[in-house]
């Protein structure tokens, strides 16, 4: 199965600050089928990226994606209050779907 | 709006059976697969395995299978999770995502708390 690493564990940053976060795949796979997620506390994740770069439904375009082979990234041009949260990376190409362990961004 | 919503949480004893279920709403059931995905503290978030709804073929990741039962049924709208002997390692959030096929996880379910403890 295809192993995702995410780094950094953990962002401190503040409102206003750009965030770069980052999805490594143990093996090259299509760049079509890399997702990101956003996860708040007690809620369900939710869609902001799918095939690498493409925004979900709804989704600010201060969130972009980026990558292809094995590295991918997420960047937030200006973090907003509600934007504190943990993000996941997730292939969908190759079974099992894997999910990265995520990066929490927290408020400095 | 396309809608998932499970059923509440549970406590089970170790040993016991479980249903778990994911009803969908606002769009036509057999549009979109039904993913189940498990989040933990310890291991974040597994994927489980996935349902058609249009033929009932289902896809479990080899970690869960022979473990769970993934079903659905297409008259109500509602896809199943199924445990025949829980273990306290089952104990995590349950969630049901609706997948096109092919793509990722759209649609979210808003998560069963499952816990086993005897």
């Known amino acids: 199965e295809i192993v995702l690493t995410q780094s950094p564990g953990t962002l401190s940053l503040s409102p206003g600050d750009g965030a770069t976060l980052s999805c490594r795949a143990s093996?090259?796979?299509?760049?079509?089928?890399l997702a990101w997620y956003q996860q708040k506390p007690g809620q369900a994740p939710r869609l902001l990226i799918y095939g690498a770069s493409g925004r979900a439904t709804g989704i600010p375009d201060r969130f972009s994606g980026s990558g292809s082979g094995t590295d991918f990234t997420l960047t937030i041009s200006r973090l907003e209050p509600e934007d504190f949260a943990v993000y996941y990376c997730?292939?969908?190409?190759?079974?099992?779907?894997?999910f990265g362990q995520g990066t929490k961004v927290e408020i400095k | 709006e396309v809608q998932l919503v499970q059923s509440g949480g549970d406590v089970k004893k170790p040993g016991e059976s479980l249903r778990i279920s994911c009803k969908g709403s606002?769009?036509?059931?057999?549009?979109?697969?039904i993913s189940w995905v498990r989040q933990t503290p310890g291991k974040g978030l597994e994927w489980i395995g996935r349902i058609n709804p249009r033929d009932s073929y289902i896809e479990y990741s080899p970690s869960f299978q022979g473990h769970v039962t993934i079903s659905d049924d297409k008259s109500i709208s509602t896809a199943y999770l199924q445990w025949n002997s829980l273990q306290a390692s089952d104990t995590a959030m349950y969630f049901c995502a609706a997948v096109p096929q092919g793509g990722a996880a759209w649609f979210w379910g808003q998560g069963t708390l499952v816990t086993v403890s005897s």
């Open positions: 093996q090259s796979g299509s760049s079509k089928f």
């Open positions: 997730q292939q969908y190409g190759s079974s099992p779907w894997t």
């Open positions: 606002g769009y036509s059931f057999t549009s979109y697969w």
